[in-house]
């Protein structure tokens, strides 16, 4: 690789100044920094090392890895924190191998962790099982940087010994430990990180960052398509500068050709908060943590840098990975290789019955009262209320239409049927309620379907739902939508959670079902995002599983 320099003022975090300088590269390493005299420099651009996604689930932007780097580095993203176990809970250790070879095919600095909790839960059926002793096989490799989000945090409570296993072979090997407990706090917030897990993404209050930052956790503000927490937790940085990371966790492909880490950058900017303090959550702070081959604009580290017209909008006009120019003015660099196909799919179609809620199926209880007790008025039934912008739900009690020995939907108060169809097998399909989505006609169905990535789908009736599912059995996985005579579907070959096509595109075709999900009818900022969710058992208050409604709250189902 060639020399050549690039000029421009350069943001120094470290030293908190900002000055004019001339950088030199040689073989994809700075090998000098220079300040230079002002009237010499070419151009007003700022310099500032690249951002840094500090905990994203690849998958979740419906792209394999080499598509998401091609669309990141436009926003200055040169690296990212990557938990793959959204593809582990589908194809095992195949699919994180998949994930770090695939990543290996483009400049961009993926940092994957070891999948922690595959399955997620024993409450749901997922395609595949890491024990501690994969888990520790996954360690070792040095494209494996720590062990990804413990998300059974009652486990580690209760000193699970699987649990404690995986937690002890990162210790071992020197391997940060990322955390993943919502709302957890006090004594028990205690317990989880004196185990040794030293981060969180998951706090939704600013009570709750605070209680972690002061036990010395470190707290990753997440700002994604569906959980957004950052108005919550900003202002934290003030006080906690050295303690607070960004990330995105789950981004869909629309958004991500938007924006990135850049737009955080931005509104905390707005909002006040000093420069280097944002600089060092967005560049510094996760290099550090997670010990990452980044470089931070110092003289012999890899020219990982950026290129920004200004300290306000931060809009990306060059950005660097190890010396090679991957994206300038708005366009990337990278090319689109299309990448092979696994996936974990088998289950047939399915009939409109299948979907029914029958008189003494299904919430046998409260079906029973309303037979017996005089109707819909004597007796209510538990059910899932969607938040918008947020992971977690409440449970509420609802009274949905009954007629034909059938329990229905009611489109008027917004109560519509979820199920979740078992895709690894022919299986009875889960069904409840779920107020918030607000739909008016048709369905929603999606695989990706956190955390075993089962086929969750939302709709005001069983024909519609059915329909919906059948379009992603028919494509083994993706996404559908279901209203009047238009049947769309963005195929998802990959796992059923990521496409293999340019990623552009893929978010061409993504918006246009998300506008149809709206024309039905939904209300939520991101319909299938939210959706995604609805099965994700380790988030409170209520979910649906595979096998069941859930109560995150006992971690137990819901006696029906």
């Known amino acids: 690789m060639s020399s050549f320099s690039v000029a421009g003022n350069l943001v120094d975090i470290h030293k908190q100044r ?201 707290v990753i503000i997440r700002e994604g398509s569906a959980a957004r927490n950052f108005e919550a937790l900003i202002d934290l940085l003030h006080d906690y500068p050295n303690q607070m990371m960004f990330c995105s966790d789950d981004k869909h492909p629309d958004s991500l050709v938007l924006g990135h880490i850049n737009q955080l950058c931005a509104r905390a900017v ?86 029914e809620i029958k008189g003494m199926s299904g919430y046998e209880v409260g079906v029973s009262n309303w037979l017996h007790q005089g109707g819909p008025e004597s007796s209510r039934i538990p059910a899932i209320e969607a938040l918008d912008g947020q992971l977690i739900t409440n449970r509420i009690e609802v009274v949905p239409q009954f007629g034909d020995g059938i329990l229905r939907t009611n489109i008027k108060e917004d109560i519509l049927k979820i199920v979740v169809v078992n895709r690894y097998k022919d299986a009875p399909i889960a069904k409840a309620f779920i107020k918030n989505f607000g739909l008016k006609q048709g369905a929603l169905a999606s695989s990706v379907a956190h955390d075993s990535h089962n086929i969750v789908a939302v709709g005001v009736d069983d024909e519609s739902i059915c329909e919906a599912v059948n379009l992603l059995i028919n494509s083994k996985g993706g996404v559908s939508c279901v209203m009047d005579n238009l049947q769309l579907v963005v195929p998802l070959p990959v796992a059923g959670l990521m496409s293999n096509e340019d990623g552009y595109h893929v978010a061409q075709q993504y918006s246009l079902i998300d ?29 649906l599983s595979d096998l069941g409604l859930f109560d995150g709250d006992k971690f137990e189902f819901v006696p029906q």
């Open 18 to 218: 900002i000055y004019p300088a001339e950088i030199i590269v040689k073989n994809g390493i700075i090998v000098s920094v220079v300040e230079t005299p002002d009237s010499l420099l070419p151009t007003s651009d700022y310099i500032l090392p690249g951002f840094i996604d500090s905990h994203v689930h690849i998958e979740s932007s419906m792209l394999v890895p080499s598509e998401f780097a091609r669309l990141a580095v436009v926003h200055g993203t040169v690296a990212t924190v990557s938990d793959p176990h959204e593809i582990a809970n589908v194809c095992g250790m195949e699919g994180v191998e998949f994930m770090i070879e695939n990543g290996k095919t483009v400049p961009f600095k993926f940092n994957f962790g070891a999948p922690s909790c595959v399955p997620a839960t024993t409450f749901e059926t997922a395609g595949a099982s890491l024990n501690s002793t994969d888990v520790e096989k996954l360690l070792q490799r040095d494209e494996i940087k720590y062990l990804s989000e413990m998300m059974n945090f009652p486990g580690v409570l209760n000193e699970d010994e699987e649990v404690m296993k995986k937690i002890a072979a990162a210790h071992k090997l020197l391997k940060p430990v990322d955390g993943h407990a919502p709302g957890l706090r006090g004594d028990k917030a205690k317990q989880y990180i004196a185990a040794g897990i030293t981060t969180d993404h998951e706090c939704f209050t600013k009570d709750e960052a605070l209680d972690k930052l002061q036990n010395g956790m470190k």
């Open 270 to 355: 707005a909002k006040g908060i000093d420069l280097y303090k944002i600089l060092r959550a967005a560049c510094v702070n996760p290099v550090l943590h997670y010990k990452l081959d980044v470089g931070l604009l110092r003289e012999g580290e890899p020219a990982d840098f950026i290129l920004v017209k200004d300290l306000e909008h931060f809009k990306a006009v060059k950005t660097y990975i190890n010396g090679e120019l991957v994206a300038e003015n708005g366009k990337s660099k990278i090319q689109t290789k299309k990448s092979k196909v696994i996936n974990n799919f088998s289950c047939n179609r399915k009939e409109i019955v299948d979907f």
């Open 515 to 543: 506008k149809a999900a709206k024309d039905a009818g939904s209300t939520l900022a991101s319909p299938f995002m939210t959706l995604s969710f609805m099965a994700l058992l380790v988030i409170p208050h209520l979910k």
